[in-house]
């Protein structure tokens, strides 16, 4: 059963943009704490934002002043606003959310930042 619903990657040029969507399934009861990973080839899983249910953000360095992440506590969705990409930022971006009784995980969405 899909708990996390990711979408919004893709092709994307050096300076473009894009937004990544994650949905919630209702059994994911009271999301508190959602984040966005992001996993480049032959590199380990990396923490890029995250944001508390009250709204209080938290960014990896290297994407501080060029992602936004956000939530919409009525429809379950946390998403990725990404600007500013450079070829580095090439990953699979997974979407994560945590209850008071589970952690989940997407199943990850491809953005490739190329020339």
């Known amino acids: 059963q899909v708990q996390l619903v990711e979408s919004g990657g893709g092709l994307v040029q050096p300076g473009g943009s894009l937004r990544l969507s994650c949905a919630a399934s209702?059994?994911?009861?009271?999301?508190?704490?959602m984040a966005w990973y992001r996993q480049a080839p032959g590199k380990q899983r990396e923490l890029v934002a995250t944001?508390?249910?009250?709204?209080?953000?938290n960014y990896a360095d290297s994407v501080k002043g060029r992602f936004t992440i956000s939530r919409d506590n009525a429809k379950n969705s946390v998403y990725l606003q990404m600007n500013s990409l450079t070829l580095e930022d090439t990953a699979v971006y997974y979407c994560?959310?945590?209850?008071?009784?589970?952690?989940?995980w997407g199943q990850g969405t491809q953005v490739t930042v190329t020339s």
């Open positions: 994560n959310v945590k209850t008071y009784v589970a952690t989940y």
């Open positions: 209702r059994i994911v009861v009271r999301p508190n704490d």
């Open positions: 944001i508390t249910r009250g709204g209080s953000t």
